[in-house]
């Protein structure tokens, strides 16, 4: 009956006037060249927009490849941890990087009693806040120059790199990328790297990338699977050229990324394959030979630049620059965003606890550390109520403990959780129980806001 009382002419009017206004905003804002033709050629605004990342030239990759065999053969055949080969790779790496206008760091360790290096270099700018890392171990065993493991993921960044840097990239997110040391000797660079960030600072990485292996000479098409924002990007650039992609399954945890894993950072990277055997399938819908390994040179002398696949190179290495310029230049979720589950969920007096649950998705990283629990319970005695919310994994944060004194009625509350630990992707669930008989209700609704 309200609605109906004033009849059309209200809200029409209010209309015709928003109209008028948007108009007049989108001729304000064409150049002065086009002034006066329709609104709608108005540009988009070009922080919307997002940048297509460069074309990475194959040859400069190849390059790299053709440097680091050069150093191996000047330096007794290998780039190994303890070796001479292996601090002339980092400082081959560091000089490229530091030419470019990257900030680099060497961080010494000490493994099996020779020193290790990880080089660290940052893109000025973008947000302290949520660091992009990409990183990709620089030795090899001992037993050859490793160009495919791992010259091929050290060559791919390192020209993802300095493309950043002729593009002038600004990007969202602050861009960090890592060569790491004595890979092969158990992943102790990174693992190193990642134990010796201070709490906070490890909760600003808000991804790690992962190239090991991405040239292998039988190549199949692998991306890790874990975060899933990370997979995505690189399984929809593989969709864009129709290569199909398969999980990667040889051996999870056998490269940099388990540290990041390990610590609660997203994870997720390429791989082209290693000693496991091509399949039929698999050769049908790759190329190259089935019943061979990826990699026939994997851990051998063999491992030169004749042991790459000049396609895989190329196409990991884009990949890679892709996954930069999108996850890169992706802002922040504007904060204040909402997920709610309206849905009424009966709570069994003195019976047992149930959920509701919350699925948060498009995220990257993890949680903040002030989120935000809107609960709405109906019940007719509130003391009789336990309320926890229930993170992804199941971690359980208690919201709300039973008290036979608390003798009002329903739940109607924000909290605040520290949640910074926990993936902000997943299942969220409220946890309800009824501890005490007489008294009823049920879940009315509740929200989460990142
Ligand atoms: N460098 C790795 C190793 O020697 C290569 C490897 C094997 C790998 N399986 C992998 C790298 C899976 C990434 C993912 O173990
Ligand atoms: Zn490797
Ligand atoms: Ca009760």
């Known amino acids: 009956m309200r609605s109906s009382r004033p009849g059309p002419l209200r809200p029409l009017r209010r209309r015709a006037a928003a ?14 060249a086009s002034y006066g ?12 927009r997002a940048l297509a990342a460069p074309d990475i030239p194959l040859a400069n990759v190849k390059a790299h490849l053709t440097q680091f065999q050069s150093i191996a053969a000047a330096n007794g055949g290998n780039r190994a941890h303890g070796r001479p080969g292996y601090k002339a790779s980092v400082d081959h790496v560091k000089a490229k990087l530091d030419a470019a206008g990257f900030t680099t760091t060497v961080q010494q360790f000490t493994s099996s009693g020779a020193t290790g290096y990880n080089l660290i270099a940052d893109w000025p700018g973008g947000d302290p806040g949520q660091v992009l890392m990409t990183g990709a171990h620089l030795d090899s065993v001992s037993t050859g120059a490793g160009i495919n493991d791992n010259g091929s993921g050290s060559a791919a960044v390192l020209e993802a790199a300095l493309a950043v840097s002729r593009a002038r990239l600004q990007p969202a997110k602050h861009l960090r990328f890592a060569w790491w040391g004595a890979e092969e000797l158990g992943i102790v660079g990174s693992k190193h790297y990642v134990n010796s960030l201070s709490t906070t600072d490890r909760s600003r990485i808000s991804g790690y990338i992962n190239l ?18 990370i997979e995505k990007v690189f399984k929809d650039w593989y969709a864009g050229i129709g290569v199909p992609t398969e999980i990667e399954t040889e051996g999870d945890g056998r490269s940099d990324h388990a540290p990041f894993k390990t610590a609660g950072i997203p994870v997720g990277g390429l791989f082209t394959g290693a000693g496991r055997v091509k399949t039929a399938a698999q050769a049908t819908k790759w190329g190259g030979t089935s019943g061979q390994a990826f990699d026939r040179c994997y851990h051998s ?4 630049t004749a042991n790459i696949n000049d396609t895989a190179l190329d196409r990991n290495s884009d990949a890679l620059a892709h996954a930069l310029w999108t996850l890169g230049t992706q802002a922040a979720p504007a ?19 149930v959920t509701s649950t919350v699925t948060v998705t498009g995220r990257t990283g993890n949680a903040p550390s002030a989120l935000r629990v809107d609960v709405d319970i109906k019940h007719t005695w509130r003391g009789d109520l336990v309320v926890d919310l229930l993170a992804p994994d199941g971690t359980a944060y208690r919201l709300k403990n039973s008290s036979s004194s608390d003798s009002a009625d329903d739940v109607v509350a924000a909290y605040t959780v520290n949640a910074s630990t926990e993936t902000a992707n997943g299942a969220w669930r409220l946890r309800v129980q009824d501890v005490a008989a007489q008294d009823t209700g049920y879940i009315d609704s509740w929200k989460l806001t990142f």
Do not use: H, K, Q, R
């Open 19 to 32: 109209v008028a206004a948007v108009a007049v905003t989108a001729l304000l804002a064409v150049t002065p």
């Open 37 to 48: 033709s329709a609104p709608a050629a108005a540009p988009a605004a070009p922080a919307a």
């Open 212 to 229: 090991d292996m991405v040239a292998s000479p039988n190549a199949g098409y692998f991306v890790y699977d874990d975060d899933p924002a």
């Open 301 to 304: 002398s063999c491992d030169s």
């Open 335 to 353: 904060p204040g965003t909402s997920f709610e589950n309206t849905t009424d969920v009966a709570v069994p007096d003195g019976g047992a606890a």
